[in-house]
């Protein structure tokens, strides 16, 4: 996962409450300004941190969110819906080989997204 240069200080991964999967193109950074279309928006999605396995975990899941587009995820972001500056950013990926791995990337507008689980580890040097 990339972070925009707000979320350097990780203790501010508590604001993060709105998961938005995306079309391509992937922005370059999470600096930059979403692309593509917008898929699916969920609210209320905020994560814990597990000291046992030292990564960010899902709270109160699943989350879920009605299909707003059809169309291919290539990506998604974590924001904050008061901090909107704070965002991270991964790639979806059928399968296996992305940061956020799901059973078909191919979205239909009308249907529910479910996300069960996610793990989040943020590497300060990758943004």
């Known amino acids: ?25 992937i922005p370059e950074t999470a600096d930059d300004p979403p692309t593509g279309t917008l898929l699916c928006e969920m609210t209320g999605c905020k994560l814990r941190y597990d000291v046992w396995s030292t990564a960010w975990e899902l709270v109160s899941g699943p989350w879920e969110g009605a299909i707003l ?18 965002v991270t950013q991964g790639v979806v990926a059928k399968g296996f080989g992305g940061d956020l791995t799901v059973s078909n990337d191919e979205f239909h507008k009308g249907q529910v ?6 793990t989040v580890r943020v590497n300060a040097s990758e943004k």
């Open 69 to 86: 587009e059809s169309g291919r995820a290539a990506y998604c972001r974590h924001t904050s819906s008061v901090r909107p500056q704070l």
């Open 113 to 118: 997204f479910k996300l069960h689980w996610l």
């Open 1 to 25: 996962m990339k972070t925009s240069q707000a979320l350097a200080d990780h203790r501010l991964i508590y604001a993060l409450d709105t998961f938005q999967i995306y079309t391509g193109p």
